[in-house]
């Protein structure tokens, strides 16, 4: 069973950064696709970035430009900094291989004031 432990969320003003991490409990992390997801209240889980096995990235529309998402294998982590937030990134954030693992984590509060 993958464990997925997401942190680094808080609460910020708009205009702000923040950097997620999370760490996956897997021997198959360095040749897996990773993705961060958020989802908002009342709304489906979206994927907003991933990262393939050899870096290369590719971000929804709403957050190109603003987040980068990265990885160091040898650590098993996964990050996404997030800069010049929006109340609209508002949601919490997760980890997950592209192709999901079963189990998801405990996710990470991200909240943009206004």
């Known amino acids: 069973q993958v464990q997925l432990v997401e942190s680094g969320g808080g609460l910020v003003q708009a205009g702000g950064s923040l950097r997620l991490s999370c760490v996956a409990s897997?021997?198959?992390?360095?040749?897996?696709?990773m993705g961060w997801y958020r989802q908002a209240p009342g709304r489906q889980r979206e994927l907003v970035a991933h990262?393939?096995?050899?870096?290369?990235?590719n971000y929804a529309d709403s957050v190109k430009g603003r987040f980068t998402i990265s990885r160091d294998n040898a650590k098993n982590t996964v990050y996404l900094q997030m800069n010049n937030l929006k109340p609209e990134d508002t949601a919490v954030y997760y980890c997950?291989?592209?192709?999901?693992?079963?189990?998801w984590g405990q996710g990470t509060q991200v909240t943009v004031s206004s």
């Open positions: 997950n291989g592209v192709v999901t693992w079963p189990s």
């Open positions: 897997t021997i198959t992390f360095s040749i897996n696709a």
């Open positions: 990262i393939s096995p050899g870096g290369s990235t």
